[in-house]
């Protein structure tokens, strides 16, 4: 009986149909639309999976497809023992406790050299440190790049970092802006800082950094450093590596301005109410405002709002204040108003990627 068994499965071995085996090519672009997490447990398959899931091209082409799933997280400083930048999920100002899914920089700070980030793109944020040392960090990987140091003059404090990305040669670059005036930009890849022309217009940055979008750093400049100085959009084209002046909304408040990046567009938030997007980047007629943002009730009613930092797909904004409250979520369908679980720190949002700084 065991034999008779036992070829009965031989020939079922024999005449079952082999397993259908994909193609390279549509393996791929089903891999490119799944999420990062996934895709990182995904690089033990086989070596050939983990040498294309690691591949540059790979990278690129997930980060454009991967378009309407992409997680968001906010990022922020938490100086706990051993001092380290981590990044948390953007779900978490919903829930009543932070995920656990934290992922921590391994690169090792102290309070007396604490974090700013000062830019995010692709994945990418832009880390400037109080002793001016800089680092590209990709939290969804945990890989960053150390760039090499700036070299200035002594008694030169003030420094202004941006960050963003030159789609022309596929590379990333950094500009600082020294003492209101000189500029250097580095080319990631390379070792040095080249000096370019002065910041332009006989303004200055008032904003510790410029925001990256369609291939262009933005800062908020003015002649005068006072708040309630007339203030309007510096470009640079990181490609031309050229100025432009770019003209905020007619009729705003250009005396009370913040500049942020929302929905991938160029966004202005005016008089502490008013969030504005500029839906044709460069052309002043495309300003649309979105939302003019209500007085919060009592006992909150003096609360000043800063920034509008990210809107959700269900037209919810994150609005970044002043005083005791870091960040409230402002409900743009019935003008109310929740106030996170946790509160955060010197935040950012970025998305997840599979791109590496260390090329």
Known sequence: MAETSTAIDKQLTLTSPPQPILPLDLIIEI??????????????????????ITDRKFANKHLRMSTTHRIQGVTYSLFSYNSMLTSYQLNCLFTRRVTTNVTKLKYRFNNCNKPNIVGSCNGFLCVAFSNYSIVLWNPSINKFKELPLIQKSQGITNLTFSFGYDSLTDNYKVIVVLQYTDVKVHTLGTH????????????????????????????????????????????????????????????????????????????????????????????????????????MPSPNSSVSFTKAAYI??????????????????????????????????APDVCVESLISPCF
């Not at 891999?31 to 294309?52: A, E, G, I, Y």
């Not at 919810?316 to 204040?321: D, G, I, P, R, Y």
């Open 192 to 295: 040095f800082w080249k000096t370019i022309q002065e910041f332009p217009f006989g303004v200055m940055p008032v904003e510790k950094s410029g925001k990256f979008v369609s291939g262009r750093i933005n800062w908020l400049a003015s002649t005068d450093l006072r708040l309630q100085s007339p203030r309007f959009i510096v470009s640079f084209d990181l490609r031309k590596e050229s100025y432009e002046k770019v003209l905020p909304p007619d009729g705003v408040d250009v005396c009370n301005l913040s500049l942020s990046v929302l929905r991938d567009c160029l966004s202005i938030f005016a008089g502490h109410h008013d969030i504005w997007v500029m839906k044709e980047y460069g052309i002043q007629e495309s300003w649309t405002k979105l939302f003019t943002i209500s007085n």
């Open 312 to 345: 959700f797909e269900d037209d919810q904004v994150l609005l970044e204040s002043e005083g005791n409250l870091n960040f409230v979520i402002y409900d743009s369908k019935n003008g109310t108003f929740r106030f996170p679980s946790f509160q955060i720190i």
């Open 31 to 52: 891999l490119c639309r799944l999420p990062v997490k996934l895709l990182l447990q995904l690089r033990c398959v086989s070596k050939l999976w983990n040498s294309f």
